[in-house]
């Protein structure tokens, strides 16, 4: 998540101006994370870091936006990268600053959601909230019950093990010695559909997120966005 200078995160919340932000945080009046900061420079993240002023939070009053993207392959999933590769913000322009919930990998499509709700991202990407992330999956081989049972059950995957998840096949294609499951998760490990099918046996072809929760990206374009609704926003906390 992006980060800004505290500073300037006072100016933005219109606490002050950013030179009387600096002489604020020099006198010792700000405090991040029940901390007072006295030094100039340091970065803040509006998602995580709790900024006080005069015993009161410090929060940037604006409209939340909340925003589904069919995310395409090639894209990666933070707001600034290393290697300077496309980034899904590239692709959902708009005036506020807003951050994906959660990630997808470069090579995998599909449902995404952005937005400038803290709380929303805190909720949705807790575990504890068990919130359902159905993704399709094309693997290499015919893949077998045992294997398919073994995923349903979960799998040891490096330092876990999967919690139960849904798993149907979708297709058998044999002359293409290739098949097709649609594997629903509630947890989130960095690349944990691709482990769990490496465990049972199989090789990942093609990954697509179809849904969070209940909210599809079917009839939504790759690449193209759309605005979730207030129903469709309480629909995936639920």
């Not at 405090?31 to 005069?54: A, M, R």
């Amino acid at each position: 998540m992006e980060e800004v200078r505290l500073q300037k995160y006072l100016a933005e919340a219109g606490i002050a101006s950013r030179r009387k932000a600096e002489e604020l945080i020099t006198q010792g009046k700000i405090k991040v994370n029940h901390k007072v900061v006295t030094k100039l420079g340091i970065k803040i993240n509006p998602f995580k870091d709790k900024v006080e002023y005069e015993g009161k939070i410090v929060t940037i009053q604006e409209e939340k936006i909340y925003i589904l993207l069919n995310k395409p392959i090639g894209y990666v999933t933070t707001a600034k990268d290393q290697f300077d590769r496309n980034s899904v913000l590239d692709l959902v322009k708009v005036k506020q600053r807003i951050v994906p919930v959660g990630r997808l990998d470069m090579y995998t499509s599909g449902a995404l959601i952005l937005t400038n709700d803290g709380n929303f991202v805190y909720q949705v990407t807790h575990p504890k909230h068990e919130i359902e992330k159905t993704y399709t999956v094309t693997l290499k081989g015919i893949v077998s019950k045992q294997a398919v049972e073994q995923l349903k059950q979960g799998v040891k995957i490096e330092d876990y093990t999967t919690s139960h998840a849904k798993v149907k096949i979708l297709k058998i294609e044999e002359e293409k010695n290739q098949s097709r499951l649609e594997i629903t998760i509630h947890e989130g490990k960095n690349r944990q559909v691709r482990k769990m099918c490496e465990v049972v046996g199989y090789k990942v072809l093609a990954l697509h997120r179809s849904k969070i929760a209940k909210i599809g990206v079917k009839d939504l374009p790759l690449g193209k966005w759309r605005y979730l609704d207030e129903k469709e926003v309480k629909q995936i906390l639920l």
